[in-house]
């Protein structure tokens, strides 16, 4: 049984175990009933059921609501530690309507909204490019303004949801100056003329990803989410919510393994003993619990912080993606070295997070990336006085 105490720290409201104690339930009955064999249908299915299930509500804020952020990093923790792809599938409705629920405009949400809260349109975030992926400034895909719409040119790639995504947050050079405020974000429905997925991109742990071409796409110009030249702010202001909950992903990934070893500690013996009576295998028990607490804790404190009122997170975020999944990388390779050949073996759970975890220290901004933005904020706050 998963480690739930930490329900009982500060951060949290009543809402918050409801929530919580309601997934969980859904997670553990539902969840096993979805094949994987494929994984794009695997992922429609996942976004449905959410969708049905009421637990896509909180990825998306209508006007006059607010993302709650520890609402989102809990469903994603209880997800992630059922099932990775489930995780993901609530995840990018987030992240993919997360511009739309910070920057639209009530017409905007009244729009996309409903459909991705009900699960009936599947939502992506599309910033990466061929050749910009941790240098956001460095995007090259134009928009070009044109009457009274904007034409789309350009690749975005490693883009999650990619080929299944009714909807398309994408941004783009609008030209307003050089570099990070020269872009604008756009929302792009997948069908408008122009857009083709070129490449289906395949991965160690199997999601729908995709790079995709976008040849004259002609958009309304009442498509731009915030204002023109605003596109970077709101790529990075929408990455300082969704990665606190990169982190509680993470964490979720990490108790499962955290879980799997317990068990296995408990039941394999040698020579004649359980291999927990062991004070090499307690120590790990001890390093693994360790640092699953401490991420939870970086990760919560930010989810707090920011529902709370805090302006921007951008340093509290960071630290928790980046403690968060380098930490889980680790708790899962303990695990699996303490199921011996077992942990290797395909199909075994530890081995599915294994593969499953190490994306996560590269998307949404690279373990380094983070180390650049926390070094940066606390300059610039211990500059501030
Ligand atoms: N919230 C709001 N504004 C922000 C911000 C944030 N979190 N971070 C930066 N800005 C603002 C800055 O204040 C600056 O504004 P002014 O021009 O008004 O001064 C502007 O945006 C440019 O910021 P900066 O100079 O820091 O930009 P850089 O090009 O140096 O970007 C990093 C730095 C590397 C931090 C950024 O490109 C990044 O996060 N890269 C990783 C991207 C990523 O996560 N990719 C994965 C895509 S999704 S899978």
């Not at 398309?168 to 570099?179: I, K, L, M, N, P």
């Not at 083709?196 to 742990?205: F, G, P, S």
Request: aromatic share 6%.
């Amino acid at each position: 049984m998963a480690d739930r105490s930490f329900l009982d720290w500060p951060f949290f409201a009543p809402d918050h175990h409801t929530f919580a104690a309601g997934l969980e339930a859904w997670a553990g009955g539902e969840l096993g009933g979805i094949d994987h064999a494929d994984t794009d249908t695997a992922c429609r299915k996942l976004v449905r059921a959410l969708g049905d299930g009421g637990w896509l509500r909180p990825t998306g804020a209508q006007a006059g609501e607010t993302l709650d952020v520890r609402t989102l990093c809990l469903a994603r923790e209880t997800l992630a530690r059922h099932d990775g792809l489930a995780d993901f599938a609530f995840a990018m409705q987030g992240l993919g309507t997360g511009a739309i629920s910070l920057f639209g405009t009530a017409e905007q949400k009244a729009e996309w909204l409903p459909r991705t809260r009900a699960g009936r349109a599947i939502a992506a975030f599309a910033l990466t490019e061929p050749q910009s992926g941790s240098d956001v400034a460095g995007a090259t895909m134009t928009a070009t303004r044109d009457g009274n719409d904007y034409v789309l040119n350009g690749e975005k790639t490693w883009i999650s949801n990619g080929g299944i995504a009714d909807i398309y947050t994408v941004f783009a050079r609008t030209g307003e100056a050089a570099g990070a405020r020269g872009l604008s974000a756009f929302v792009v429905p997948a069908r408008v003329p122009g857009l083709t997925v070129v490449e289906r991109l395949h991965t160690m742990a199997p999601h729908p990803l995709a790079r995709l071409r976008f040849d004259d796409c002609r958009i309304p110009a009442s498509a731009m989410l915030g204002a023109p030249g605003q596109g970077f702010k709101v790529a990075m202001s929408v990455l300082d919510v969704f990665r606190a909950t990169v982190g509680a992903a993470a964490l979720g990934l990490a108790r499962r393994a955290l879980d799997e070893a317990l068990s296995r500690v408990q039941a394999r013996h040698i020579r004649g003993a359980p291999l927990c009576d062991l004070q090499m295998v307690q120590g790990h028990i001890a390093d693994m619990a360790l640092e699953v607490d401490a991420a939870a804790l970086l990760i919560y404190r930010a989810a707090w912080a920011r529902d709370t009122g805090a302006p921007r997170i951008t340093r509290e975020a960071a630290m928790a993606k980046l403690y968060a999944t380098d930490q889980a990388q680790k708790v899962i390779d303990r695990a699996v070295q303490l199921h011996g050949g077992d942990g290797v073996r395909s199909g075994e759970t530890v081995e599915r997070l294994y593969r499953e975890i190490r994306a996560l220290r590269i998307y949404e901004g690279a373990s380094d990336v983070q180390r650049v933005v926390i070094a940066r904020q606390v300059l610039a706050e211990f500059e501030g006085g």
